[in-house]
């Protein structure tokens, strides 16, 4: 009897164990407001993005990370008002029990409050601004209110997770664009909260389980860019929604971060994201789910289907491009994307089976790999409409002025408080607050005054002849595109001139800041001198900015690949100093010191292990674009490469050190070290990754092409497509002297 009553006990303990586990419920918020009405304290308010941010979030965290279409309240523009923002915050802490997930994301003007009775030392609440602001009386939503509201979701024990794209201050003169970009920034209030509360911050408590991740620091701009398709977003939504789509959806949320933060970097924009909260849920999946509630494998639900074409509820948002092969989870049925519609919407035909099989709401999973067929690398080249000699005198002017003024040329040592440029057959620059201010008389003495005690930079436009060379060559690669607004590019044709006076032309980031030089994007490429008018100076200085343009792309190139979502193989690298035999983490490494390679297993998902071993392959790319080749060696081909090696009871052993031992060498910045691992060999590896320049010879094969990225040549329009068994890993290092 009592043997009966400890099994009806054990029994009991399990199912409730059981019960808690399938608990956990997952709801989110997401608020996008663009429309926001004209009023005295902004003219001109209105954004294009937000909602675009808060939609593509909602598709993702759908498709991804399983939060129910149900669970997911949205609110976009004229219904984001005051009240119910904080209505909705309250709805979802209600409905939020302990142990639960809560997300919020929020995209939309950020602004600042006079607090007369703050405790800061500014006396300025930092606060995001509902739609109806606009209206006497409705206040901004301050981030004290904030914090009484986020604290009460950690003190009921919910895991929350904050992500703001908006801004507060900053100065945008910075940058030699030739317009200023769009601004999630609305001016400062004009009341005084009076409030002198000081509430703890929730990413201040421990073990609060709070996460919070935000676009800016509180004094920087948040801006909006084009992504890829074309599409407005926020600056930081881009690169948040392009590293959730690298990575597993068990990325931790600080890789998660750093992901997003060095795609910033290389989209050009400046500002620096935040993380903050509970430290352990920096380790943790972004959203603090369980991690056997996660699965790297996502199905896409049939819409419908209309004159034999699939409609399927899946696009842009998640990674889908033309060429990408679907199979039912039977394999029976086999489609390929023909076209892409939409954030969430795609079009397929059957290529294996019967479209009278396929039926709505059947789900199919990806299995090949696909590019997008958008360009690694956007450059800005004006059409000036100058002659040579035109350009050669305000290459005079510039000379004369320079004895006087404190002109920057070396962006690396330091950053211009104002850059003037050439556009609409005028000099401009831009000020914080009226945007673009035509210059009148382009003169010595007029540079030297609008300098005064600041540092400037003069971008001297090119002559014509340059910018039809440059436009021409670069038509050759699919990677780059030549575009004519200077807010949509990462790099832009930025002339100066030598102490002698000659002209000379490189490429610059449209964004300036001297503490970036030591990231893996070079803030300016080497120049090339205009010594006069003939057509093989030209040709020359043309061919040069093309070569470093390529370059350019390649970096970006690997930094932006996504590789496929669903592939499982649960090892991974990891760079360990040889002094401490621990793993390199944000302080780096120092130039000469010594690192080593190790291949590690993932012991909480390789249960989950298929037990096909892969061909793997590191090398380094550092930020001039130079690529190394670090294992295999050249010499052994594809013989000792194959991965996991296995214990003598046929276990994958926990960690496998490579034969490469490496001295960490110039030139300081951040070097990337990729690991690659294939279910095909890659037969040309020793070519590949041992590259200096980017002109090589074109190579065949399907990885060996998804590989050339830097060489991709002619303009056509298609993707490149591979098999899916491949896995991509990036782990960035810092070197300093």
């Not at 703050?118 to 601004?129: G, L, N, P, T, Y």
């Not at 211009?416 to 607050?433: A, E, G, K, M, V």
Request: glycine share 6%; hydrophobic share 40%; aromatic share 8%.
């Amino acid at each position: 009897m009592i043997m009966k009553l400890k099994v009806s006990f054990l029994c009991f303990a399990l199912l409730c164990c059981v019960l808690f586990l399938r608990a956990q419920q997952q709801r989110a918020l997401v608020i996008g407001i663009d429309k926001y009405k004209p009023s005295e304290r902004s003219p001109f308010p209105e954004l294009d993005g937000c909602k675009n941010d808060a939609q593509a979030i909602k598709i993702l965290i759908n498709a991804r990370y399983k939060f129910s279409n149900n669970n997911i309240r949205d609110i976009y523009n004229e219904q984001a008002t005051r009240a119910n923002i904080i209505k909705a915050f309250n709805e979802l802490l209600n409905k939020s029990e302990k142990g639960d997930v809560a997300f919020i994301f929020y995209a939309g003007h950020g602004s600042e409050v006079k607090n007369s009775l703050s405790h800061e030392e500014r006396h300025m609440d930092q606060s995001i601004v509902p739609v109806d602001t606009y209206l006497k009386g409705i206040e901004d939503i301050r981030d004290k209110e904030l914090a009484r509201i986020f604290n009460q979701f950690v003190d009921k024990g919910v895991i929350l997770t904050c992500i703001f794209d908006c801004c507060h201050s900053g100065s945008i003169g910075r940058g030699i664009r030739n317009s200023p970009p769009r601004l999630r920034y609305m001016k400062d209030a004009d009341y005084d909260a009076k409030d002198g509360s000081n509430p703890v911050a929730p990413e201040n408590r421990q073990g609060s389980n709070y996460l919070i991740m935000s676009a800016v620091q509180s004094n920087q701009f948040a801006e909006e860019q084009k992504d890829e398709n074309g599409v407005t977003h926020g600056a930081f939504t881009i690169a948040l929604l392009r590293a959730l789509n690298q990575q597993s959806v068990y990325a931790s949320a600080i890789d998660l971060f750093n992901a997003t933060s060095a795609i910033l970097r290389s989209n050009s924009i400046s500002g620096e994201p935040v993380l903050a909260g509970d430290k352990q849920r920096f380790v943790s999946n972004l959203f603090g789910i369980r991690k056997d509630s996660l699965s790297n494998t996502f199905l896409i639900p049939v819409r419908g289907i209309s004159n034999n074409v699939i409609q399927l509820q899946g696009g842009l948002v998640i990674g889908l491009h033309p060429e990408n092969e679907l199979t039912t989870v039977d394999s029976l049925t086999k489609i390929r994307i023909t076209k892409v519609t939409g954030p969430d919407v795609s079009e397929a035909e059957v290529i294996k089976g019967d479209i009278k099989d396929v039926k709505a709401g059947e789900m199919f999973k990806v299995t090949n790999w696909a590019s997008s067929s958008a360009p690694f690398l956007k450059i800005y080249i004006p059409a000036t409409g100058l002659s040579f000699q035109k350009v050669k005198e305000y290459g005079e002017v510039v000379r004369e002025a320079k004895n006087k003024a404190d002109l920057v040329n070396d962006f690396e040592k330091g950053d211009p408080d104002l850059s003037l440029y050439f556009s609409q057959n005028s000099w401009w620059y831009n000020d914080t607050r009226e945007g673009m201010v035509r210059i009148g008389a382009f003169n010595a003495r007029g540079i030297v005054d609008l300098a005064a005690a600041q540092k400037i930079s003069i971008n001297l436009p090119p002559p014509q002849l340059l910018t039809d060379h440059l436009k021409e060559v670069f038509a050759l690669y699919k990677n780059i595109e030549v575009t004519g607004d200077p807010n949509d590019a990462q790099y832009i044709l930025n002339g100066t001139i030598t102490e002698s006076g000659t002209l000379t032309y490189g490429l610059t980031k449209t964004q300036l800041h001297a503490k970036d030089s030591l990231e893996m994007m070079p803030l300016q490429t080497k120049t090339f001198d205009l010594d006069d008018d003939k057509k093989e100076n030209f040709d020359f200085v043309a061919d040069s900015i093309v070569e470093y343009g390529l370059r350019l792309s390649k970096i970006r190139g690997w930094l932006a690949i996504q590789p496929p979502v669903n592939e499982k193989f649960p090892f991974h690298m990891e760079v360990r100093k040889a002094s401490t035999g621990k793993p390199v983490t944000t302080d780096g490494v120092r130039i000469k010191e010594i690192v080593k390679l190790f291949i590690v297993r993932d012991d909480d998902f390789v249960h989950k292990w298929n037990y096909k071993q892969k061909f793997i392959y590191i090398f380094d790319i550092d930020r001039m674009g130079n690529i190394t080749l670090l294992y295999p060696d050249p010499s052994e081909g594809n013989n000792s490469n194959k991965f996991p090696k296995l214990d003598e009871n046929k276990i994958p052993v926990h960690e496998k050190e490579l034969d490469v031992s490496l001295e960490v060498a110039e030139p300081v910045g951040t070097d990337n070290y990729y690991f690659i691992a294939t279910d095909e060999a890659i037969g040309s590896y020793a070519i590949i990754f041992n590259q200096v320049g980017v002109r090589g010879a074109v190579i065949q094969g399907a990885f060996d092409q998804l590989l050339n990225l830097g060489n991709a040549a002619t303009r056509g329009s298609h993707p490149t497509v591979t098999p899916a068994g491949w896995v991509l890993q990036r782990v960035p290092v810092k070197t300093t002297h």
